[in-house]
């Protein structure tokens, strides 16, 4: 009994710092990055009422992660903690020529978005917490040769403020990185999450503005959000009654906003899967719908177009 006890104990110790210590190493970017940066001074875009208009005044935000419900798998997007010893593969790439072909740090019981049998995304996010270096995949499916195959791929180098190239994607649509817009359970744990957040519409144009670097709409409409468009949630709204784990994230959206990244649910906001999420305080944030943001014109804090640095 007692050994059975210690082994359990050992285990938890273990879980426990490798919790806590996920990325304890590595910023995610520099304090000067946009996706780092307050917004809560920032002026009103002129295109806020036209845009938030196109996605509908009423709909509500939808938080797109979550713990385990009954008969569901954990909603969000996964991340794979890795560093110099996991096992690198070389992916071939559907869009070959806007990826980064690099070999890419998978181990051998990965998480994918959604699971081994999703038809969904399947997005693969790699944390190289000894290198500080993002990995982060599309579309990733296994073949029987071992070979393993993606839409598209990005690498980040974390100390760095540099964007992708000019019209390249990256997993993201808006060729974003991903894991720096997550809501991630270790961040709410402290009380403050202290950047930006990562969401998605149903219907974007065929454009894009700072940070972001590509479009995914064959849509040339200029009423219709562009990927990189930046909400934040009105200092107005009265977040006071929300349950707690929404009134943080809640209180985020005011300081620090959303970026649209990506095609898909009205107003979702991702984040990690996590046991610890309690799903009936994270659908409290469906209080908050389009009418409570305003767009931000974040242009006055860029340096130049190629880097996500601040001024």
């Known amino acids: 009994m007692i050994k059975e006890s210690?082994?359990?104990?050992?285990?938890?110790?273990?879980?426990?710092f490798n919790c806590g210590s996920e990325a304890a190493d590595c910023e995610v970017f520099p304090q000067s990055n946009i996706w780092n940066k307050e917004i809560t001074n920032a002026p009103v875009h002129a295109q806020s009422s036209t845009w938030l208009g196109s996605i509908g005044k009423t709909v509500k935000v939808h938080p797109d992660f979550g713990s385990k419900s009954f008969k569901h798998r954990a909603a969000g997007i996964p991340v794979n903690y890795t560093n110099k010893s996991t096992q690198k593969h070389s992916v071939l790439f559907k869009y070959k020529a806007e990826s980064d072909l690099v070999k890419y740090p998978i181990p051998k019981r990965v998480k994918i978005?959604?699971?081994?049998?999703?038809?969904?995304?399947?997005?693969?996010?790699?944390?190289?917490?000894?290198?500080?270096?993002?990995?982060?995949?599309?579309?990733?499916?296994?073949r029987e040769s071992g070979q393993w195959t993606a839409g598209s791929?990005?690498?980040?180098?974390l100390n760095s403020n540099n964007l992708?190239?000019?019209?390249?994607?990256?997993?993201?649509?808006?060729?974003?990185?991903?894991?720096?817009?997550?809501?991630r359970y270790q961040?709410?744990?402290?009380?403050?999450?202290?950047h930006a957040l990562r969401f998605t519409i149903p219907k974007t144009s065929k454009n894009y503005?700072?940070?972001?670097?590509?479009?995914?709409?064959?849509?040339?409409?200029?009423?219709?959000?562009?990927?990189?468009m930046r909400l934040r949630l009105k200092a107005s709204f009265n977040i006071s009654n929300l349950s707690p784990q929404a009134k943080i994230i809640?209180?985020?959206?005011?300081?620090?906003?959303?970026?649209?990244?990506?095609?898909?649910?009205?107003l979702f906001i991702?984040?990690?899967?996590?046991?610890?999420?309690?799903?009936?305080?994270?659908?409290?944030?469906?209080?908050?719908?389009?009418?409570?943001?305003?767009?931000?014109?974040?242009?006055?804090?860029?340096?130049?177009?190629?880097?996500a640095e601040t001024k």
């Open 270 to 307: 991702t984040g990690e899967p996590n046991e610890n999420w309690d799903n009936n305080d994270l659908r409290d944030l469906k209080q908050l719908k389009t009418d409570d943001f305003e767009v931000v014109d974040v242009a006055q804090w860029q340096l130049t177009p190629n880097s």
């Open 113 to 142: 978005e959604g699971g081994i049998s999703s038809k969904g995304d399947r997005h693969i996010i790699s944390f190289d917490t000894d290198l500080c270096i993002l990995y982060e995949l599309f579309n990733v499916y296994k």
């Open 6 to 16: 210690l082994k359990w104990l050992i285990i938890f110790f273990v879980w426990f």
């Open 209 to 228: 503005i700072w940070p972001a670097r590509h479009y995914a709409s064959r849509l040339n409409d200029i009423s219709l959000p562009p990927m990189g």
């Open 250 to 266: 809640a209180k985020t959206l005011q300081k620090y906003g959303m970026i649209l990244a990506d095609n898909g649910g009205g």
């Open 187 to 194: 961040e709410l744990v402290s009380g403050t999450i202290n």
């Open 153 to 157: 791929g990005a690498m980040f180098d």
């Open 164 to 183: 992708r190239p000019d019209k390249w994607t990256s997993a993201d649509a808006a060729g974003l990185p991903i894991y720096p817009g997550l809501v």
